[in-house]
Every structure is written in structure tokens, then in C-alpha cells.
């Protein structure tokens, strides 16, 4: 496995803004990066979950968010909101 790529599929405003969140946009494309990691020296894309919080959030200080990877899908939910959904592939060996 040489490449490893995310693609956001879905991306839903923040309910307390109605705007794109720019911090689990950033947050979701930096997960990706170890996730991707982990998938070239295991072979798969690890299943793991946990939350984040932001400090600068500009709609509510802190700002706690939930992510999930599994089978290669990341998501990140604020309480029962789902903000952002991406899949994350690997291509073959070089």
C-alpha cells in the first residue's frame, strides 16, 4: 500500500452557526494522516473512536466532538449531529 487519500462525502453546517465547521474539517483531514499511517504498516484501516474539544470554537466554548473510524469511513458528530463524513482509501502497491 503506497497512497492513501480522504474524500469528504458528506459535511453538514454546525447547528449553533449554520456554517461549515472549519475546526472538524481540519481535525478529520489531520486524523487521517496517522490513520493512514497505521493502515501502510498493518495492511487495514484501523476501527477507533474518540472526541475532541476545541477551545476556539467560535459558536460554544469548549466545543467537544465525537469521531469514529471504521472500515475506513471517519465521522464527526456534535451530540447527535453529524458534521462531517469522509472515506479514507488505500491504493495498491507500487
Known amino acids: 500500500m503506497n497512497c492513501d487519500f ?4 458528506s459535511c453538514a453546517p ?22 493512514g499511517q497505521a493502515g501502510r504498516i498493518t495492511g ?3 476501527d477507533i473512536d474518540g472526541q475532541v474539544t476545541f477551545a476556539d470554537c467560535p459558536a460554544c466554548k469548549p466545543c467537544t466532538l465525537h469521531w469514529r ?12 449531529h453529524m458534521l462531517l463524513r469522509g472515506r479514507m482509501a488505500m ?4
Open 91 to 94: 491504493q495498491g502497491a507500487a
Open 44 to 46: 487495514t484501516l484501523p
Open 69 to 80: 473510524a471504521e472500515a475506513g469511513v471517519l465521522e464527526l458528530r456534535r451530540a447527535d
Open 6 to 9: 480522504l474524500e469528504i462525502t
Open 14 to 35: 454546525c447547528p449553533k452557526t449554520a456554517r461549515p465547521c472549519r475546526n472538524a474539517l481540519g481535525f478529520l483531514e489531520r486524523l487521517s494522516y496517522p490513520l
